[in-house]
């Protein structure tokens, strides 16, 4: 962490749990402000009003100044040099972030315009690349653990809140891929390209980048484990009909412990943040009969539907999870140890992946950054200290996708390129053509300004 960071992280964290506490999102969809009921303890309106402020209106929504703060913290986090607050440079770097956020609520509100969709898997995959980078960023699981607890989300909250982030910024960035063939027409001389090049690029050093295949294998539970479950989660659903509360009952059952304190309460959630069989499974219950059991690839779910609003549900749920021992561990293993070696022997890594990989999981990561691997997990980072080209790594063990269950990965090296001086006539083509989308990107976004109510009062 750099020391600008270093220096003035505590007040800027301070700043975020406050911004955190009330629910606000970085790219918050519009209609998607929480109600004083979907706030941490109900926080009224009129008490926010008091440590945040509209910063802006774009269309029909708003921003605050605490989706400010958040911005600056998440870069914050992400290694950049932060000024201290209360100086010329803080305001000017509040002034380009709010410019930032309005053009992105310009830009989620002309895409949904357009009907545009996330693929669920895509989604579900994103989240958690997403999660598992930032809780990485964290020295402990614990410390990670207590950061989402003090901004007033518990990690089901945390999560869901990450994924509508996810899901605002891949409409935003399928919108612009859907209009790149209609950018505002650009000429880019070469004077331009030797410019950039001259500015960012000449005395500065190439990075490593490495690209990869991967197919990811989750442990699966052996037959008794899963009728083990369900007759558990069919005796827990008779109780609850029998008169049994939900709550208690989740508090004696529930292996979510995410909410399990909670009384397995998600709060008010969307059918796209939820996987399909269980969004499925809610929509189509009735408001206060508990339902079940519902196979997920996490467990089986013992469902209440607490409410019903609009496009959401308050529910609460009951996850019963199949015990997952040495044999299946040890199964498993056999089974990406077979994967690794028929992928060594020429077979397709895309068609492994389909075939007994985890299917919300990516297969292909091209041109990654050699220093950020650590971000998929320390076990990638060892099993890839020494990338060769065309080697296949593994299989070994990931952290997975729920505490104590790792997971199995085997992956493929494309591609790795190690750093060194940036040469003018390699990257040419390549530079002339960012300029063109970015000078393209710049008319673009002017024209849709024009067309979008903005009010800007910072």
């Given at each position: ?401 729920m505490p104590g269950r790792p997971v199995f990965a085997v992956v493929r090296i494309t591609g790795f ?20 989308n970015e000078k393209g990107y710049a008319k673009f976004l002017e024209e849709l300004r024009g067309e ?7």
């Open positions: 962490m750099t020391e600008g960071w270093s220096r003035t992280g505590a007040l800027y964290v301070a700043l975020w749990l406050i911004a955190g506490s009330f629910g606000v999102a970085v790219a918050q969809e519009p209609g998607a402000a929480e109600s004083a009921e979907q706030r941490p303890g109900g926080v009224a309106s009129d008490s926010i009003e008091t440590v945040d402020r509209i910063v802006a209106v774009v269309g029909d929504t708003a921003i605050l100044y605490s989706e400010i703060i958040e911005s600056i913290v998440q870069a914050g986090a992400q290694g950049a040099e932060l000024p201290e607050i209360g100086t010329p440079e803080f305001d000017a770097l509040a002034g380009q972030t709010l410019t930032n956020l309005i053009d992105s609520r310009i830009l989620l509100q002309k895409a949904k315009e357009t009907d545009l969709q996330v693929p669920p898997e895509q989604l579900d995959a994103e989240t958690d690349r997403r999660f598992r980078e930032i809780r990485n960023s964290f020295p402990s699981a614990s410390e990670f653990q207590d950061a989402v607890t003090k901004s007033g989300r518990s990690l089901v909250q945390y999560r869901q809140w990450l994924r509508g982030q996810v899901r605002s910024q891949m409409i935003i960035d399928e919108f612009i891929r859907a209009n790149r063939d209609n950018l505002p027409p650009v000429t880019i001389t070469e004077e331009e390209v030797v410019a950039y090049y001259e500015t960012n690029l000449v005395g500065q050093t190439r990075p490593a980048s490495i690209s990869l295949e991967q197919v990811v294998i989750e442990p699966v539970p052996g037959e008794a484990a899963r009728d083990s479950s369900i007759a558990l989660a069919e005796q827990v659903l008779a109780e609850l009909r029998d008169g049994k509360d939900f709550e208690v009952a989740a508090r004696q059952y529930s292996m979510d412990m995410s909410n399990r304190e909670q009384g397995g309460d998600l709060g008010w959630i969307q059918r796209s943040l939820l996987v399909p069989a269980f969004a499925d499974a809610a929509w189509a219950a009735r408001t206060g009969q508990p339902i079940g059991p519902v196979a997920t690839r996490f467990g089986y779910h013992i469902i209440r539907v607490d409410n019903v609003r609009g496009g959401e549900r308050k529910i609460r749920h009951i996850l019963i999870q199949p015990v997952i021992n040495e044999a299946d561990f040890r199964r498993t293993g056999e089974l990406a140890m077979a994967v690794a070696d028929s992928i060594r022997e020429g077979s397709d890594v895309r068609m492994m992946a389909e075939r007994y990989g985890v299917r919300e999981v990516p297969v292909r990561f091209p041109d990654i950054p050699y220093e950020q691997i650590g971000q998929f997990g320390e076990s990638y980072a060892q099993a890839l200290a020494n990338p060769v080209p065309g080697a296949v790594v593994g299989p070994f063990q990931s952290e997975g996708f390129q190690s750093e060194g001086a940036w040469e003018l006539d390699d990257i040419r083509e390549q530079i002339r053509e960012s300029l063109m979008v109510y903005v009010d800007r009062r910072l």
